[in-house]
Nanobody, 126 residues
Framework: QVQLVESGGGLVQAGGSLRLSCAAS????????MGWFRQAPGKEREFVAA????????RYADSVKGRFTISRDNAKNTVYLQMNSLKPEDTAVYYC???????????????????WGQGTQVTVSS
């Protein structure tokens, strides 16, 4: 059974940092794109960042570009999201996702992803 488990969320003041982790189990994702999405209260889930299988190529939403960094460790089957200079508008539940297709690039469409974690809450106070 494939599982994605996020961790690292919490409460932080504006300007602070958090590092989210997403550990996968049940299969390896070293040849698969992985991504982070978020959903704020009353809003649709939105794309945050994606990373290709090798970890070299990444893609970001304009709202987080320059502040967030996605990375992965294929040996640990884990993807990370380093979040710096956090703003209150970054408050949301953050979800990790994995694409079941091999070498699919860095998709931003959540319909491209087949596996999802349960989410971790990030709250940024002003």
């Amino acid at each position: 059974q494939v599982q994605l488990v996020e961790s690292g969320g919490g409460l932080v003041q504006a300007g602070g940092s958090l590092r989210l982790s997403c550990a996968a189990s049940g299969r390896t994702f070293s040849r698969n794109a992985m991504g982070w999405f978020r959903q704020a209260p009353g809003k649709e889930r939105e794309f945050v960042a994606a990373i290709g299988s090798s970890g070299v190529y990444t893609r970001y939403a304009d709202s987080v570009k320059g502040r967030f960094t996605i990375s992965r460790d294929n040996a640990k089957n884990t993807v990370y999201l380093q979040m710096n200079s956090l703003k209150p508008e970054d408050t949301a539940v953050y979800y990790c996702a994995a694409d079941s297709a091999y070498y699919s690039g860095r998709p931003i469409d959540q319909d491209e992803y087949d596996y999802w974690g349960q989410g971790t809450q990030v709250t940024v106070s002003s």
